[in-house]
């Protein structure tokens, strides 16, 4: 007895192959193909790409945030003085931070002094956010001690004042410069409280990474601050470092009870959560968008399957009466539409993974062609357009795009499988 051949033999790719090369004259099904092919490549790379700019986003800013931020930022509750003000002081700063940074899981403790206040060199002024930082703990926060771009000596820090690339422009200053810093609450006189100026030196000028924060940190020797903001012998808040801030959360109560009774924790999630929760919605409403985007292109396919299975009818009803089975005819006008998925999906892959790797160069060549603008770091924050290829988002757009293919191309390949071999050589 003759065994039927085995699934996807070698006949059915043979035949499949000769349609996919069908000539103008045969239907024009080889430029269907096409299309397809190129519809296929398009959404394909355009998937990743989003893919790719959207993990790229996430990470340099979660990366910015982590890396010249507090990971979680302990300081008091307010309490009301005898004047009627309220105090959110630390007194006991230095205790506090050696029970806090013996809870498991925080690397480093800094007591900082903060204010805002208003810098002037040059005739320009310029609003700046202050942080008051001993150089032995400035030197351990990775964005500054190791930032994008660097001038200065950091280990001059104890001799001026830190400051990012941001305000350095804004007042037209450099290393070596003296800038003058202007606070509203100064010196207190029997007339009231007078303004506080006083001139520093720039010993460094730092480049994070965030537009937010080169345009406006300025960090002061911590003993300088408080002599500068009436904070002697106090601190504003500490800034707490962890080991996996992805994890911060499980810390919250660990570090309250640290901070003691009056203590209170802010961590990065919470200043950041809201736009990274936003940030992920977005990013599942872009991945539906672009599943929908290649849906669209493997609907192509079925276009050319049909029009293919139309202009073979009379060839599907001599197979037919050979003897191929209607699996046989199923499984060659499957492999015709899932090979021009699978070919198209190869090549959006390689696209999208070029666009990935080469995006500085191609957005430096389109501001260059558009005249400059295209990406505007004072409202991103970030100073260029990030993309990181990560192994899943890549392994997502191959199964969508494939699994979208042949379950499409099944449709088409049913219907001529089904044909009646007696229909389709009638008017032959």
Request: one cysteine or more; a negative charge.
């Amino acid at each position: 007895m003759t065994l039927p051949p085995p699934p996807f033999a070698g006949f059915e790719w043979m035949i499949a192959w000769r349609y996919l090369r069908a000539r103008r004259a045969e239907g024009g099904v080889s430029v269907m193909t096409w299309i397809s092919l190129i519809g296929i490549t398009l959404a394909v790379f355009a998937l990743i790409a989003t893919l790719a700019v959207r993990s790229g986003f996430r990470a340099e800013f979660v990366d910015t945030i982590l890396g010249a931020n507090a990971h979680v930022t302990v300081y008091n509750m307010p309490e009301a003085q005898a004047n009627g003000r309220l105090d959110r002081t630390i007194p006991d700063y230095a205790e506090m931070a050696g029970r806090v940074a013996a809870v498991p899981g925080v690397t480093r403790v800094a007591p900082l002094v903060k204010g805002q206040v208003m810098a002037t060199a040059n005739g320009r002024n310029a609003g700046i956010e202050v942080y008051g930082i001993t150089s032995q703990d400035l030197a351990t926060i990775p964005r500054i001690a190791n930032p994008e771009e660097a001038q200065g000596d950091i280990a001059r820090f104890d001799e001026g004042i830190a400051i990012g690339s941001g305000v350095a422009r804004e007042l037209g200053v450099s290393v070596g410069d003296r800038m003058r810093v202007i606070s509203p609450d100064g010196v207190k006189t029997a007339f009231g409280t007078s303004p506080r100026v006083k001139a520093y030196e720039v010993t460094y000028i730092f480049t994070a990474g965030r537009y937010d924060i080169d345009r406006t940190r300025v960090y002061m020797p911590f003993a300088e601050a408080q002599i500068y903001f009436n904070r002697e012998g106090v601190a504003d808040e500490l800034e707490v470092m962890v080991e996996d801030p992805e994890t911060v959360d499980d810390m919250t109560l660990p570090l309250l009870r640290a901070a003691g009774d009056r203590g209170q924790v802010w961590t990065w999630r919470d200043s950041s959560g809201g736009f990274l929760r936003a940030l992920e919605i977005e990013d599942n409403v872009m991945f539906v968008i672009m599943a929908i985007l290649v849906l669209i292109a493997a609907m192509n396919i079925v276009s050319g399957l049909i029009m293919l299975v139309k202009n073979k009818g009379r060839d599907i009803g001599i197979l037919r009466t050979m003897g191929l089975t209607e699996g046989s005819i199923l499984r060659v006008f499957f492999i015709c539409g899932a090979f021009t998925g699978l070919i198209g999906t190869a090549l959006g892959v390689a696209l999208g993974c070029l666009f990935a790797i080469y995006i500085d160069e191609i957005f430096s060549l389109v501001n260059y062609v558009s005249g400059g603008g295209v990406w505007d770091p004072s409202i991103r924050g970030l100073y260029s357009v990030p993309a990181k290829l990560e192994l899943g988002d890549v392994i997502s757009a191959i199964l969508l795009s494939l699994g979208l293919s042949f379950v499409v191309t099944i449709f088409p390949a049913r219907r001529a499988a089904r044909m009646n071999p007696v229909e389709a050589l009638r008017y032959e």
